[in-house]
């Protein structure tokens, strides 16, 4: 490179704080100076002349160093960090309470392992928030096929399909054990097929019918492997992968019948979900989720056996208070008092922050969760690169689906399936990969204005 381009770039450079986006500014300048050289040694003039005449055209380096630090500057979405916290504090104090409480039959070491989970979640999120995502795009297709395949030879899929039965699973999926902690690798293959799906939708999702038909399928088999270890996780995935695509397909540059290609894809998309789901409960044989659809529609069904928990719930709501506890909210089993409530820390944690402490602190739990949902929508709608935005998206998804459906859940407006209170509910590999989520959103808004384009020089710089 000629030594005059070399200082000039290292000029503008020195004033750019942000590091990783040194080399891509470079590139760009460099284009830019080269096209006005050109113009110049196509009139006569001698090449290091136009270099230098190019150069001095650029104007003054420091100052367009100190223009596109203002502009390529990491930029942080406050407002969601604080509600996170806030959400955060609630779960804390809820399960602080809990823990206290004697009628709370908690297991040994409870507060030790939340407070744990707590940090390596932090961790999960500061990791991910300065971790250069887009780093990841060029390994998508690779990361997703080698996730598919680790996950269907974990199930036995194969040998499932011809015998309608599958080894080595538990209908709670597969745990990662590092001494008295378990994680859930289902939270963590989420979380994976979701970052290397939108890599692949932005290579795919351009119109051509091929490569419409290879991501759908490759969705499809995602989530079908997802469907026999958790239904809940299975919904989470689809819901990501179907907002992915969607995105793509409104998007300007998709070339192709938008409304067809929608009109297929939702149609269709629901027509396999019900036969899946028909299949796997008639060959798997996981007959209590169909139970508890069962429950949801006709709660008289079985109000002592499988719509127990329906009904309980339904009591406690509608025996809270506005400030205090419910008087139902305890049994006694003899002469010990209980908490009525089963799985309070986990699934049912918003009924029993009702049912603790009011309907006012449930309200301000569902305001702080809907402020964190529409601060992260309106934070995605602000980014510009593709690849970002899907995942942006879906994870902005995954959370909302998340949060609703458990809130529903615990008002009986939903089945009971295992859709935990993001950042509220006890538990840990849950709790982390939320974390490592919105740590990703983070990340994906603190580079919006960092990722130049491809089509041509963007700095503003008079020709």
């Not at 104007?59 to 604080?82: F, Y």
């Not at 080698?146 to 974990?154: A, D, K």
């Not at 995105?247 to 629901?270: H, M, R, V």
């Not at 859709?419 to 982390?432: A, D, E, K, R, T």
Request: hydrophobic fraction near 50%; glycine fraction near 8%.
């Amino acid at each position: 490179m000629n030594k005059y381009i070399v200082s000039f770039l290292n000029e503008v450079c020195k004033e750019i704080k942000y590091h990783g986006v040194h080399k891509n500014i470079s590139e760009e300048i460099q284009g830019h100076i080269d096209e006005i050289a050109d113009q110049y040694i196509e009139n006569g003039m001698e090449e290091e002349q136009a270099i230098q005449r190019a150069i001095v055209q650029m104007g003054d380096p420091a100052e367009i160093g100190k223009e596109l630090n203002k502009t390529h500057r990491p930029k942080t979405e406050w407002s969601i960090l604080v509600l996170i916290g806030a959400m955060v504090s609630i779960g804390g104090i809820t399960l602080f309470a809990l823990a206290n409480d004697a009628a709370f039959s908690s297991f040994e070491g409870f507060l030790v392992n939340y407070l744990i989970y707590t940090v390596m979640g932090f961790v999960a999120l500061i990791g991910c928030f300065f971790f250069d995502y887009t780093k990841l795009e060029k390994y998508s297709m690779y990361i997703f096929i080698g996730t598919i395949v680790c996950l269907g030879i974990y199930e036995g899929f194969v040998l499932g399909v011809f015998t309608g039965t599958f080894w080595g699973t538990s209908v709670y999926g597969p745990y990662i054990r590092l001494g008295r902690f378990a994680f859930s690798t289902i939270d963590m293959i989420v979380l994976i097929f979701i970052v290397s799906f939108s890599g692949i939708v932005n290579k795919w999702a351009t119109g051509d019918i091929k490569n419409m038909i290879k991501l759908l399928a490759l969705a499809a088999m995602a989530c079908i492997l997802m469907v026999y270890l958790s239904l809940a996780r299975a919904m989470l995935l689809s819901a990501g992968f179907l907002v992915m695509i969607t995105k793509a397909i409104l998007d300007k540059e998709f070339n192709g019948s938008k409304k067809g290609y929608l009109l297929s894809i939702y149609g269709g998309g629901i027509t396999i979900v019900c036969a899946v789901l028909i299949w796997v409960y008639r060959n798997i044989g996981i007959h209590y989720r169909a139970d508890r659809v069962a429950v949801f529609l006709n709660p008289q069904l079985d109000p002592l056996g499988a719509g127990y928990v329906d009904a309980l719930l339904k009591k406690l709501l509608s025996n809270a208070k506005l400030f205090g506890a419910n008087d139902q909210l305890y049994l006694m089993q003899g002469n010990t008092p209980r908490i009525a409530l089963p799985e309070a820390n986990t699934d049912f944690i918003f009924t029993y922050i009702v049912s603790a402490f009011g309907w006012i602190a449930g309200i301000i739990t569902i305001m702080v969760i809907v402020l964190a949902i529409v601060r992260m929508f309106l934070a995605t709608r602000k980014i510009n690169h593709p690849y970002g935005r899907y995942l942006a998206s879906a994870i902005v998804t995954i959370f909302s689906l998340q949060a609703v459906a458990n809130i529903l859940m615990n008002m009986g407006m939903f089945p009971i399936t295992s859709f935990s209170l993001p950042f509220i509910s006890y538990g840990g590999s849950n709790f982390v990969v939320n974390m490592a989520l919105v740590g990703l959103l983070l990340s994906v808004y603190r580079r919006k204005d960092l990722l130049i384009r491809k089509e041509g020089y963007q700095y503003g710089v008079d020709h």
